[in-house]
């Protein structure tokens, strides 16, 4: 038998199982029809392909080009713990013009900074804001009145950094440095299938050629440079180290006295550089192949000046916490690196086709898919959970938001990549004890998991974050991605510890109200949709969907392990509220003063109930009545990136196919995707990961269904024709369980 048609046949074989694949009648070129004539209309609602999807035309037709300057749209390099974000150069050779749109930054998972605390300031010594808590009082870390700069510097406080400018120097005939209108002809495509962005531009009529690229596993970029320039000694390499700030270029260039850049070893062809801000430091290596020099140019800038002997050049740039005790790559092994990397990324993952269908939105939506999923590599696949713009700016000081992990990362278990999922999963097991004293310090069981954080994991104040519930319920979801993906007991003893101290905080934090026989949340909280005051909201209808699921998952943790159910879990998930409802439809929380209101912007999150969960205790009628009410009558310009899939997977769980595509597609402000493929949302949040996330997740599950969807391939799209949708290694056992 051959490949393609034992791929055909596994592919049918996991479409629409094993029985109906046995009947198959070949029709036509890509359809097909099954024996009988019931499985014959659930076949055809859809095309589907006979064959493997050709995974480099896929991939290759979204790389992204340019051939003009585009500050929204700088191109990154990445492998998740480290990226390097350039401009058209292929290095950081012009930042002003990006720098009020998309700042060019160098960062990695463990680049971070600290700036001294101001004289007289004790972070212990913060006063928290007391709320009632069902006749109780709680602090939470929500007001800055009386102690504003502590309140600050906490928040500021450790700050993602940018880790050092790597650029060209360009000189004219007249020795004056280059400007970028001094470049012609520029030319630039990322190739997404070997990871290597190529920039080729004229600078004075003399072409010169740039490729860069970052190591798989390392956090090392590295270039190629071939230009008539070298030789006539009027280009060079520049290496420039910044002050840390917490604003979103992640750099100070204004403090030079405030940092040190020292060459601590110099070897043939290397040296390494020291640097020191305050407390932190780091390091730096820079190789180069063949003659050149390294020479200081000031207090924290460096020229690398390649000899005129040659009219090409090589170098690569490697980044550490620590001294460097190893040899490192060269260029051409970290290209090679890079190209066997991401052609295995491309190859081995899930993967959707959209190229047939008629739907003129249709390329549109595949560019999108393929992008994000390149982005989500290189940005939130890391150690640690990723800051909303990832490793490309800065924003809120480079910390990440733990109720935005599952919309960074869940979607890698559905595309069956599973491991760049858990690989920030540890970093929960490193903060249990954090989150476990914090539940402690307000009288709660178990684990409260913080909501803005840098590596430490301590909550950072804010008026909004210490109130939200939402992520809780998070690890014991993405413990489930990774059970029903390996269903065996060292997932399950992996995890436990996680799963049961999310749910003890669960169900100690729901209070039980004798007057109504029930458990309530809340007050205080502040919902998903963040517009709601916390002393005013209880009973947020997605946050109680997801208590329930959340702790039935524990519960069955527990019968995986042959434990005994948790009696209190149980009580809990028996008398919890219902989903507050009102006149047919789905309320924020159970306090609402109206159905909806002038609070109708934000997340829309009541949606989430049915379509980020399976929907247990919802009634499906009053969630489409919901749903349609939210597409008519939600201010969506004044929402989020993520907002869009939310509402996808709602409308395609409930069968409305035609909306949940134009829920991915709607013409929004914040729905924009830009060249690049970052989702934008404002001028100091030029990308929002969430959003390339949360469409990768609802992408998926449109394609490879979900729990109780029809059976068929595709049941989330149309099924009227212009929706050609081919789809091969999705993790379709576990979607077909969520």
């Known amino acids: 038998m051959s490949r393609s048609e034992i791929s055909r046949r596994r592919f049918l074989t996991t479409a629409i199982g094993a029985a109906g694949a046995a009947g198959l009648i070949k029709t036509g070129r890509s359809r097909l029809v099954l024996g009988s004539p019931a499985t014959r209309r659930r076949i055809t609602r859809i095309a589907v392909t006979e064959s493997l999807i050709d995974r480099k035309a896929l991939v290759s037709r979204h790389s992204p080009s340019t051939y003009k300057i585009d500050p929204l749209s700088p191109l990154s390099v990445g492998n998740g713990e480290f990226a390097f974000t350039a401009d058209i150069t292929g290095l950081q050779t012009f930042p002003t013009e990006y720098e009020k749109k998309m700042p060019l930054c160098t960062m990695s998972q463990w680049g971070w900074h600290k700036t001294p605390l101001p004289g007289g300031l004790d972070p212990n010594g913060f006063r928290l804001k007391q709320y009632d808590t069902h006749g109780r009082s709680v602090g939470y870390r929500t007001s800055s009145e009386g102690q504003t700069e502590l309140y600050n510097w906490l928040r500021e406080n450790p700050h993602r950094l940018h880790l050092g400018r790597i650029g060209l120097r360009l000189k004219t005939q007249g020795q004056r440095e280059a400007q970028l209108s001094d470049l012609s002809e520029i030319d630039q495509r990322l190739d997404l299938w070997t990871g290597i962005l190529t920039s080729r531009f004229k600078f004075e009529d003399w072409p010169v050629v740039v490729r860069t690229a970052v190591h798989p596993t390392l956090d090392l970029v590295a270039v190629t440079i071939e230009s008539r320039l070298i030789a006539e000694g009027k280009l060079a390499v520049r290496f420039a180290f910044p002050y840390g700030s917490p604003e979103m270029a992640a750099a100070d260039w204004k403090q030079p006295g405030r940092h040190e850049s020292n060459l601590v070893r110099r070897a043939s062809g290397r040296v390494e550089v020291r640097r020191k801000l305050d407390a932190d430091e780091y390091f730096a290596a820079i190789a180069w192949a063949g003659n050149a020099s390294f020479d200081s140019e000031g207090p924290h800038t460096f020229l690398l000046r390649p000899s005129s002997e040659s009219e090409r050049t090589e170098f690569i740039a490697a980044f550490a916490a620590r001294p460097f005790d190893r040899s490192l790559p060269g260029a051409a092994a970290t290209f090679a690196a890079s190209a066997e990397h991401w052609q295995r990324f491309w190859t081995e993952g899930g993967a959707i086709d959209l190229a047939e269908s008629h739907d003129p939105r249709a390329l549109e939506l595949e560019r999108r898919v393929v992008l994000s999923q390149y982005l989500t590599a290189t940005q939130c696949s890391g150690s640690m959970p990723p800051q909303e713009t990832g490793l490309t700016v800065n924003s809120w000081y480079g910390k990440f938001h733990l109720e935005m992990h599952w919309w960074h990362a869940a979607h890698f278990a559905l595309w069956n ?205 009053t969630m489409r009545r919901t749903l349609k009410k939210v597409m008519q009558e939600w201010q969506w310009e004044r929402t989020w990136g993520w907002d869009y899939p939310l ?83 999705l993790n379709l056992a576990l979607m077909r369980d969520l």
């Open 417 to 621: 990549r599973l491991p760049l999922l858990e690989k920030s999963l540890g970093w929960y097991e490193l903060i249990l004890p954090v989150a476990q004293e914090l539940a402690r310090s307000q009288g709660y069981a178990g684990a409260r998991w913080p909501k803005m954080v840098g590596p430490e994991g301590h909550d950072s104040p804010s008026p909004v974050g210490p109130l939200l519930i939402w992520q809780q319920p998070h690890p014991i979801f993405y413990a489930e991605l990774c059970y029903k993906t390996h269903r065996n007991r060292k997932t399950l003893e992996r995890y436990r510890q996680i799963v049961f101290e999310s749910a003890e905080f669960m169900a100690s934090y729901a209070f039980f109200d004798w007057e109504n026989r029930r458990y309530v949340l809340g007050p205080p909280l502040i919902p998903a949709q963040e517009n709601h005051p916390a002393r005013e909201t209880w009973n947020p209808t997605f946050e109680l969907a997801y208590w329930s699921y959340g702790l039935k998952i524990a519960q069955c943790w527990r019968e995986r392990l042959h434990l005994r159910r948790n009696s209190r879990w149980d009580h809990v998930i028996a008398h919890l509220a219902p989903l507050p409802a009102r006149e047919g439809v789905y309320l924020a929380h159970e306090n609402c003063p109206q159905t909806y209101s002038a609070r109708n912007y934000d997340h829309p999150s009541m949606l989430g109930a049915l379509g980020v969960l399976p929907g247990d205790g919802v009634d499906r009628e």
């Open 647 to 729: 509402a996808a997977m709602t409308a395609a769980r409930l069968g409305e196919t035609q909306i949940a595509v134009d829920a991915l597609l709607m013409p929004a402000a914040k729905n924009r995707y830009l060249p690049n493929g970052h989702n934008w949302q404002r001028d100091n949040l030029p990308c929002y990961l969430p959003g390339n996330g949360g469409l990768l997740y609802a992408v998926a599950l449109m394609a490879g269904g979900w729990l109780g969807s029809t059976p068929g391939p595709a049941p989330g799209f149309p099924a009227d024709g212009s929706w050609s949708v081919k789809s091969e290694q």
